[in-house]
């Protein structure tokens, strides 16, 4: 079992749809990170939390400590939201368990 | 730079081949991660400095695997007698201090044939 669970594996939307991206873990954390991986490779980190919820732009990432779950959420999705979504949780020794991304599609 | 920087962008090598994969982190930034993910996967670990001290090389999958930071900088990543399960894309992370957040680089995809 990994330490990190994601869902969907993968999620296809219609453009404008709001977007829900699971992530489950059973490590105790320091942090969790939710990753923007494009085709071509390159990751973007895009929320660090530890607790509550964070919000940037479109994005919103929120956190319950108790349940161990995190979710991502994207209001009025857009094709160039098209990408891997990643969840990553770290300890206070710095390592990192990554979750096997969900990717995501969205038709215009 | 800005950003993470690693180099070469790709690498086609034939089994059994050395090779030296580089990651340019952000200046000042103490802590430097190597990741290797397959395609398809997420990343997994393979090992952390702070500055240049290797504090943890548990992900290293063999003793093929090899990284260094001389400088506490520029990192290296050398593998050795290269083999196909060795072709994936490797990513290197940087971060301040473990409180902030981490900037990746856009990774080295090592293909071995």
């Known amino acids: 079992k990994n330490e990190v669970e994601q869902s969907p594996q993968n999620l296809t939307a219609q453009e404008g749809e709001f977007i829900t991206i699971n992530c489950s873990y059973s490590?105790?954390?320091?942090?969790l990170h939710w990753l923007q991986q494009h085709p071509g490779g390159g990751i973007v980190s895009l929320f660090m939390l530890s607790s509550g919820k964070k919000k940037h732009g479109r994005l919103i990432a929120t956190i319950n400590i108790q349940e161990k779950h995190s979710s991502l959420h994207i209001t009025a999705s857009h094709p160039r939201d098209s990408a891997v979504y990643i969840c990553?949780?770290?300890?206070?020794?710095?390592?990192?368990?990554f979750g096997t991304g969900t990717s995501l599609t969205v038709i215009p | 730079g800005a950003g993470v920087s690693q180099s070469p962008r790709y690498k086609v090598a034939k089994r059994g081949q050395d090779v030296a994969l580089r990651c340019d982190p952000i200046s000042g930034h103490v802590s430097l991660f190597w990741y290797q993910q397959a395609l398809g996967q997420g990343p997994e670990f393979l090992t952390y400095?702070?500055?240049?001290?290797?504090?943890?090389k548990s992900g290293l999958p063999s003793d093929r695997f090899f990284a260094e930071r001389p400088e506490g900088s520029v990192s290296t990543l050398k593998i050795q007698r290269t083999q196909q399960e060795d072709s994936a894309v490797y990513l290197c992370a940087s971060s301040f201090t473990g409180s902030y957040g981490y900037t990746f680089g856009s990774g080295t995809r090592l293909t071995v044939v």
């Open positions: 490590v105790g954390i320091s942090a």
């Open positions: 400095f702070q500055n240049e001290a290797q504090l943890d």
């Open positions: 990553a949780a770290s300890n206070t020794g710095n390592q990192f368990y």
